[in-house]
């Protein structure tokens, strides 16, 4: 079994930042892309930004210049550094990655930017 763990979530004022992590844990063979997804109230879910393992990026427009995805593969793990935050950031944050071919998803840690 293959667990997503993601944590580094909370309350922050407009302006600031954040870090979240996640971490793959399990009977992990392979790890191919992982990244971040949001889900604010009554939006559907959307990607924030992946990486594969070969370190390219993939950001949503929304959040170019301000969020920063990366990861240590010999950690299975995926950061994502939110800097910039603004109110519209808000949302529960899903960490997905493929592991041994198949994706998978984090339980989700809230991120709250206050104006």
């Known amino acids: 079994q293959v667990q997503l763990v993601e944590s580094g979530g909370g309350l922050v004022q407009a302006g600031g930042s954040l870090r979240l992590s996640c971490v793959a844990s399990?009977?992990?063979?392979?790890?191919?892309?992982m990244g971040w997804y949001r889900q604010a109230p009554e939006n559907q879910r959307e990607l924030v930004a992946t990486v594969t393992s070969g370190g390219r990026t993939d950001d949503a427009d929304s959040v170019k210049g301000r969020f920063t995805v990366s990861r240590d593969n010999a950690k299975n793990t995926v950061y994502l550094q939110m800097n910039s935050l603004k109110a519209e950031d808000t949302a529960v944050y899903y960490c997905?990655?493929?592991?041994?071919?198949?994706?998978?998803w984090g339980q989700g840690t809230q991120v709250t930017v206050s104006s």
């Open positions: 399990g009977n992990i063979r392979t790890v191919g892309t």
């Open positions: 997905y990655a493929i592991v041994n071919s198949y994706g998978y």
